[in-house]
């Protein structure tokens, strides 16, 4: 029988804990983050630092932080990066079981002190669907009356054992923008790593495959032909907040995303419905 708990982290995060007979799981109300999911009998497939200290106030330095209503730097100087979403508190606003399958769901309320950032009338929700697979999705309601335009992402840090070993899969056709050049073509369907990478990908397929030294990590993506492709290397890494000088040999992140030309806008009433969904590669399946 599937078993939810709540708790708070010695350092005052409050967080939600997911025992069933398929996963383990933990999120924090700050960010909505997930920031634990362990399917049974198999590994971690979210990376979280060492270094990280768990203070309210900064989002968790791995897991999936959720970037809204903007991804990366805003035109407007000082304005947080990847926008505000990830570290103010959501309300848990349900949750569901069946079948060992637990659906958790989050609301971010929009508070006085965020209005200058986003002054619009817009609902925002995410839902975690934990079974093997993690599945979340981030869902925009636009109840204002005139058209609301906004970057998002759903920035998950991967285990990957060993950066040098690594081959992220699944990029042909796709082009990129690098350090804010480009755009280039993918010319190769594999990407390896052997410098800072920080790639944000559009018009790419809907999954991709990361071959790590301990199995292949899948992730797909819905309602998002763009993609963020992070690792930050040896340099970047010693300016990191909560991030230990060599944790780049261990994570990447790939990130499901609407960002330049993929930013989403929604019309009055409108929907929309952002998806990663992350699992190991089951036994039998094709491994490319
Ligand atoms: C990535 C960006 O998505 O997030 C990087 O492409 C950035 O440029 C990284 O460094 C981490 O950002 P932050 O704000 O969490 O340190």
Request: charged share 20%; hydrophobic share 35%; aromatic share 10%.
């Amino acid at each position: 029988m599937a078993v939810i708990t709540t708790g708070v982290h010695g350092n005052g995060l409050e967080y939600i804990e997911v025992h069933s007979k398929l996963c383990d799981a933990r999120i924090f109300l700050q960010g909505a983050q997930l920031e634990r999911f362990i399917p049974r009998g198999q590994a971690p497939l979210l990376w979280v630092s060492t270094a990280d200290d768990y203070l309210p106030g900064n989002g968790i330095r791995g897991g999936i932080p959720v970037c809204w209503p903007w991804f990366g730097q805003h035109d407007t100087h000082g304005w947080p990066q990847h926008g505000f979403a990830r570290n103010r508190r959501w309300q848990h606003i349900g949750s569901e079981v069946q079948d060992e399958v637990v659906t958790l769901k989050f609301l971010l309320p929009i508070t006085d002190e965020d209005r200058i950032y986003w002054p619009h009338d817009t609902r925002l929700e995410l839902h975690c669907r934990l079974s093997q697979t993690l599945r979340v999705s981030l869902i925009n309601v636009n109840l204002d009356h005139h058209p609301v335009t906004l970057t998002q992402a759903l920035h998950s840090y991967f285990p990957i054992g060993d950066i040098h070993q690594l081959i992220a899969s699944g990029f042909s056709s796709a082009h990129y923008i690098e350090f804010a050049k480009g755009p280039y073509a993918q010319t190769t369907d594999d990407v390896h790593f052997d410098r800072e990478t920080d790639r944000v990908y559009n018009a790419l397929a809907g999954q991709q495959r990361l071959h790590t030294p301990n199995g292949t990590i899948v992730v797909r993506r819905e309602h998002s032909s763009s993609a963020v492709l992070w690792n930050p290397w040896i340099e970047k890494s010693r300016r990191l907040s909560r991030f230990n000088d060599d944790d780049y040999l261990r994570m990447v992140c790939l990130e499901a995303a609407n960002v330049r030309e993929d930013a989403i806008t929604l019309a009055p009433g409108a929907r929309h419905e952002l998806v990663t969904e992350i699992s190991w590669l089951a036994p039998g399946e094709q491994p490319r």
